[in-house]
């Protein structure tokens, strides 16, 4: 598989996305390119060592700033190393694109470039998240911040295809995430948005989830809209790291917490790596008509080597066409008008 990576985009760029590239090719089977300034790529592999025939540079002159606006940049800078690496995809000379850039230009660059799925009306973000049981997709986890049912139903369907193909689960439980089990609970949009997913038979719905219970590994796919579900991420990201340092501040305040610590030590090195977003690398925009990986701006080597791995995977298992055969065949529009 051949991964276009924006070589230019994230906090640590490029020496970073480089880092991120050659660990990938070294451990995976695919090749990478790396889609920005040759010189500035060219200046920062030349005292590297990696498989040569695994890494090639795409030139892109311009760069996506933080700062910017996604329109802005598509309608101005034409050879931003965003819009090269989905162009790659676009053209099949790449099977996903990746990027730890601005992730509205990102977004944006790929639904123009690339085009929605037949059946979806907004693309969602898809991020994997640990559980008791072992992992859980939530989407949408900021692509949407205002959300009509319908489009709830959708990620329903997307969620479901994405998990079935990169778990190999065969009927994942799907829930939505509301104030309460019951399916009184709620605002407007989950009470009826629980109502669609109810009546559909394209996926094995188990109503309800609560906050308190995301975590718990009661199901696979947790469907939410973009604002509440980038709160979910963004607050277990924090809580997760605050709960390392207390843990860590309390032994040190315990006269044998040196003796306590080691004992402990494994045991808080695995939660941190359960918890750690650079395991899971990135988060898939899905419904459209490809692959892309949205990365985190402050992603490590290790995030961006396995946001690769991700998209091989999701574009070797062409997740985008199970989610158009999947909404083809519920013809889900169709319970809604």
Do not use: W
């Amino acid at each position: 598989m051949k991964i276009a990576l924006d070589a230019m985009g994230g906090d640590y760029a490029p020496d970073v996305t480089v880092a991120g590239a050659i660990e990938a090719v070294s451990e995976y089977d695919v090749e990478v390119i790396l889609v920005g300034d040759k010189d500035r790529l060219n200046e920062v592999l030349k005292e590297k060592r990696y498989p040569a025939n695994r890494i090639t540079i795409f030139h892109a002159s311009e760069v996506a700033g933080m700062d910017e606006s996604p329109v802005a940049v598509l309608r101005k800078k034409k050879d931003s190393s965003i819009r090269k690496a989905v162009e790659l995809v676009k053209t099949g000379n790449a099977d996903a694109a990746v990027s730890a850039g601005h992730s509205g230009v990102a977004m944006a660059t790929a639904l123009y470039l690339l085009g929605k799925v037949p059946g979806v009306d907004r693309p969602a973000i898809a991020a994997i998240m640990p559980s008791l049981t072992g992992h859980f997709v939530l989407l949408d986890a900021g692509a949407n911040v205002d959300c009509k049912p319908e489009n709830l139903l959708e990620f329903a369907y997307m969620g479901n295809a994405y998990y079935k193909a990169i778990f190999n689960e065969a009927a994942p439980k799907v829930a939505l995430l509301s104030i309460g089990e019951e399916d009184t609970k709620g605002n407007e949009l989950t009470k009826e948005a629980f109502k669609l997913l109810k009546r559909s038979q394209g996926f094995n719905f188990t109503g309800n989830i609560e906050g308190k219970d995301v975590f718990a590994g009661h199901a696979d796919v947790i469907v939410s809209d973009g604002f509440v579900g980038n709160i979910v991420l963004k607050t277990s990201e924090g809580l997760a790291e605050t709960i390392i340092k207390m843990l860590k501040r309390e032994i040190a305040n315990v006269a044998t917490g040196k003796l306590g610590y080691l004992m402990i030590k494994p045991a808080i090195r695995n939660f941190k790596k359960r918890t750690d977003y650079d395991e899971y690398g990135g988060a898939p925009l899905l419904g459209i008509n490809g692959t892309c990986i949205i990365c985190h701006g402050r992603s490590s080597a290790r995030a961006l080597k396995n946001a690769i791995k991700v998209a091989s995977e999701m574009a070797r298992q062409r997740v985008h066409e199970n989610i158009a055969t999947a909404l083809s065949a519920s013809h889900p529009n169709k319970e809604y008008e």
